[in-house]
């Protein structure tokens, strides 16, 4: 069964760098039908895709966040990664790390199947 | 920039009743619409992919319909463990994706 797991800071000053990893464990992060994603929620807010990569460092990201974010992915280590510069109290949220399935089995709209449990980063002083 | 809106964004409800929800989006993305459930707490979880198509394990009272810029979730008959916010997703500019801002359905 796949698994993913966030791990990084649970708080972060304004100005800094907010940076998590995704652990994928279960499965290739290497697989040519996926892409990884990161996703983040305020509390109490709806889910904003923030960017996906693919296992080859082909990378995606929204752009209202595009100046800031950051993805790479380390396929070693079967992990990919998220920095997110310069935060400041609205990037405040659950972070939540996500396969991208888009093979054949998609009927040709790829669908977040496997997420992480989500991580609160709170950015604060 | 693909826009998706949900339609109520919160909804009133009795066990037992039919609910339905719209997501609309900015443009056409033909099928390429996916549903998702959300508990407190959790991790969303996909009920419906391709606008009408059943994930595998999700209840047959869930159902969906649409193409082009318009999309209905369907729950034919409410039950307790239904009660969730839902959300919307287009695929159309994978891996570029967007969400619906979600419907929460709660109990009346």
């Known amino acids: 069964q796949l698994q993913l797991q966030e791990s990084g800071p649970g708080l972060v000053k304004p100005s800094e760098t907010l940076s998590l990893t995704c652990t994928v464990s279960g499965g290739s992060i290497s697989s040519s039908s996926y892409y990884w994603g990161w996703i983040r929620q305020p509390p109490g807010k709806g889910l904003e895709w923030i960017g996906s990569i693919y296992y080859s460092g082909s990378t995606y990201y929204n752009p209202s966040l595009k100046s800031r974010v950051t993805i790479s992915v380390d396929t070693s280590k079967n992990q990919f990664s998220l920095k997110l510069s310069s ?4 990037d405040t949220a ?5 396969r991208l399935s888009a093979g054949i089995a998609v009927a040709g709209s790829p669908y977040f199947d496997y997420w992480g449990q989500g991580t609160l980063v709170t950015v604060s002083s | 920039d693909i826009q998706m ?3 109520p964004s919160s909804l009133s409800a009795s066990v037992g009743d039919r609910v339905t929800i719209t997501c609309r989006a900015s443009q056409s ?3 390429y619409l996916n549903w998702y459930q959300q508990k407190p707490g959790k991790a969303p979880k996909l009920l419906i992919y391709a606008a009408s198509s059943l994930q595998s394990g999700v209840p047959s009272r869930f159902s969906g319909s649409g193409s082009g810029t318009d999309f209905t979730l369907t729950i034919s008959s409410l039950q307790p463990e239904d009660f969730a916010t839902y959300y919307c997703q287009q ?10 801002q979600g419907t929460r359905l709660e109990i009346k």
């Open chain 1, 87 to 90: 935060v400041t109290a609205a």
């Open chain 1, 94 to 98: 659950v972070y939540y790390c996500a």
């Open chain 2, 5 to 7: 809106t949900q339609s």
């Open chain 2, 29 to 31: 993305i033909s099928s």
């Open chain 2, 91 to 100: 695929s159309y500019s994978t891996p570029q994706v967007t969400f619906g």
